[in-house]
């Protein structure tokens, strides 16, 4: 079974900063791919950045400014977030993608909003 806990969402001035953090726990290891989505309200639930195989990806609104990077000894995902705007304003998830046995489970977190004003 794996657990997830984000942490470190807030409320930041449009140009700020944040780094919001994801403690895993469980069956869970550093070849496992982990994500950050986000959501806002009326929006559908959008894929931000993924990291897999020592390899990331971002969605295109968000490359340059956002980054994701692990410390597999720690178990944590974090997504560094720099010159945010206001569109960046969602519950931010942190997503584990787990295969045993042949079975592939993804597991989220509680989630953690991120307000920017503007």
């Known amino acids: 079974q794996v657990q997830l806990a984000e942490s470190g969402g807030g409320l930041v001035q449009a140009g700020g900063s944040l780094r919001p953090s994801c403690a895993a726990s469980?069956?869970?290891?550093?070849?496992?791919?982990m994500a950050w989505y986000r959501q806002s309200p009326g929006k559908q639930l959008e894929l931000v950045a993924v990291t897999a195989g020592g390899t990331s990806n971002y969605a295109t609104s968000v490359k340059g400014r956002f980054t994701i990077s692990r410390d597999n000894a720690k178990n944590m995902v974090y997504l560094q977030m720099n010159s945010l705007k206001p569109e960046d304003t969602a519950v931010y998830y942190c997503n584990a993608v787990v295969s045993t046995g042949g079975t592939v489970s993804k597991h989220w977190g509680q989630g953690t909003q991120v307000t920017v004003s503007s």
């Open positions: 469980g069956s869970i290891s550093s070849s496992n791919p």
